[in-house]
C-alpha cells in the first residue's frame, strides 16, 4: 500500500497545533487523525512527542488495522480508538480526542452536559452524552463511544476525556471546542445557581431547521 500522505500530514499536524495551543491538549495527552476511506489509511499522531517540537515528519500514517505504513515513531496510544470509530461510523473521516479541562471534568463526574445553549444542536446534535470506562489504548474505549454516536456528534468518556468526529479535520476540530465551551458555561452556570436546560421543543425545532437545510 503506497500514497503520497504529505497534505494529510501537514493538515494533521497543523490541527493539531491548533488544538494545542486552545489548550484542548496538554503535555502530550490527546490525538487526532484523518482518514481517508478510498485507501483505508489513517494518518494519526505519533505517542508520546512533544507538540511543541512535533514537525510533520513525525506524524504517522497507519492501516486499519495499526500496520505502518509510513512514519519512525509509534502511532498514538489510541489507534485502536480511532480505528473503531471510522469502521464503525461511515462518513466519518476525522477523529479529535482531547482531554479539555472542563469537559474532562464532567467525564470525571460521569455527567452528561444538557442542552445549555441552542448552537450545541447543529454542533454536537444535542447534548453530550458519556460513554462508558474502557482502559485506554484498546478498541473498547472506541466501541463504547460509538455506542452514544449515534446521533451524536462528540461524546465524554468515563474518566478519559472528549472525543469529537466530522466529514474532515476543521469539523470534528470544532465540534471539541463547542464541547469545551458548553462544558466551561455548564460548569459556571451551576455555580450561579439554577441551571435552566433548553425546552425540548426549541430543540426539535432546531434540528427540523437542520434538516430542511
Not at 4 to 25: C, I
Not at 29 to 53: A, K, M, R
Not at 85 to 94: E, F, H, L, R, S
Not at 175 to 194: C, S, W
Amino acid at each position: 500500500m503506497t500514497g503520497n500522505y504529505d497534505e494529510r500530514k501537514k493538515e494533521v499536524l497543523a490541527w493539531t497545533k491548533q488544538a494545542y495551543s486552545e489548550k484542548l491538549f496538554a503535555g502530550t495527552s490527546g490525538n487526532l487523525s484523518s482518514f481517508n476511506p478510498v485507501d483505508n489509511t489513517i494518518v494519526i499522531t505519533p505517542s508520546s512527542i512533544p507538540y511543541e517540537t512535533m514537525i510533520e515528519d513525525d506524524i504517522m500514517v497507519i492501516a486499519l488495522d495499526g500496520t505502518v505504513i509510513e512514519g519512525k515513531h509509534k502511532p498514538s496510544s489510541e489507534w485502536r480508538m480511532h480505528a473503531a470509530i471510522y469502521k464503525g461510523k461511515k462518513g466519518v473521516n476525522a477523529v479529535v480526542h482531547t482531554h479539555s479541562p472542563y469537559a474532562t471534568s464532567f467525564a470525571v463526574n460521569h455527567e452528561r452536559i444538557p442542552v445549555i445553549l441552542i448552537e450545541m444542536v447543529p454542533f454536537i446534535g444535542g447534548d453530550v452524552p458519556v460513554s462508558t470506562f474502557a482502559l485506554p489504548g484498546t478498541e473498547e474505549v472506541g466501541i463504547e463511544a460509538l455506542k452514544v454516536l449515534n446521533d451524536r456528534n462528540a461524546c465524554l468518556m468515563e474518566n478519559h476525556g472528549v472525543v469529537s468526529i466530522g466529514k474532515d479535520l476543521q469539523q470534528a476540530h470544532i465540534r471539541a471546542v463547542y464541547v469545551e465551551d458548553a462544558a466551561k458555561i455548564y460548569h459556571f452556570a451551576k455555580l450561579n445557581g439554577p441551571v435552566f436546560i433548553m425546552e425540548p421543543k426549541y430543540i426539535d425545532a432546531m434540528l427540523e431547521r437542520i434538516r430542511n437545510k
